[in-house]
């Protein structure tokens, strides 16, 4: 099936830090999610983007489809934006493959 | 809107027992998705379903689990008999599909169900 990576695996910053999350996928997608696991439990949207580069308030994101790689930016970050930021992929090339979740980056944000 | 709802939140139960989890998609939606969640493998699709059709059930881990859709508002996933390694997150989640099932657009998660077998 597809990879897909996420870099760094944990990052730590001082609230008001600015960081960017990485995703690397091993073939051609037709959608990509960003999410959040929060402290909780919950995972919530972010971002579906498949290509191009969106824009929400702090957080921005940039797929890049054809080198396969997309980035999530967090500016100004804040104690709340802790949690695992998880970026997944789909494929329809073999099959009908859903969505496959990267390991994650856990970030903390320290106050 | 609600957003996806899944019930119980917990849930632990004795090794050999049954577990029925439960999901409620988001109206409108017709794709809806069952994933575990747990330290050691991380987030697993389990099964899918376009239109209440179970269209790939092969993360299913074994003849233990078994999912039903009877309808475009509710799902099921069963665990019989349950296990301990059957620990873990149970996350449903839901969102539209192309007609084929063959595009699926932002997919919207409920809160999970925490299962704990002993």
């Known amino acids: 099936g597809i990879q897909v990576e996420q870099s760094p695996p944990d990052l730590i910053l001082q609230e008001g830090a600015n960081s960017t999350l990485r995703c690397n996928f091993s073939?051609?997608?037709?959608?990509l999610q960003w999410f959040h696991q929060n402290p909780w439990g919950q995972l919530i949207n972010l971002f579906y983007?498949?290509?191009g580069t969106k824009q929400n308030g702090r957080l921005s994101a940039t797929t890049v489809a054809t080198e396969r790689y997309s980035l999530l930016y967090i500016s100004s970050s804040q104690t709340t934006d802790s949690g695992v930021y998880f970026c997944?992929?789909?494929?329809?090339?073999?099959?009908?493959?859903?969505?496959?979740f990267g390991t994650g980056t856990r970030l903390t944000i320290i106050p | 809107d609600a957003g996806v709802i899944q019930s119980p939140r917990h849930e632990v139960t004795e090794m050999g027992q049954e577990v029925t989890l439960r999901c409620k998609p988001i109206?409108?939606?017709?794709?809806l998705f069952w994933y575990r969640q747990t330290m050691m493998r991380g987030l697993e699709l389990l099964i899918y379903?376009?239109?209440?059709?179970?269209?790939?059930d092969s993360g299913m881990p074994e003849d233990r689990f078994s999912a039903k859709m009877p309808n475009a508002s509710f799902s099921t996933l069963k665990i019989q008999p349950s296990e301990p390694r059957d620990s873990a997150v149970y996350f449903c989640?839901?969102?539209?599909?192309?007609?084929?099932?063959?595009?699926?657009?932002?997919?919207?998660f409920g809160p999970g169900t925490r299962l704990t077998v002993t």
């Open positions: 997944a992929v789909e494929r329809t090339r073999f099959g009908n493959e859903k969505l496959t």
């Open positions: 379903f376009n239109n209440n059709v179970p269209i790939d």
């Open positions: 989640a839901s969102s539209l599909a192309d007609r084929l099932a063959v595009t699926t657009y932002e997919q919207y």
């Open positions: 073939d051609s997608v037709n959608n």
């Open positions: 983007i498949p290509s």
């Open positions: 109206s409108g939606h017709n794709s």
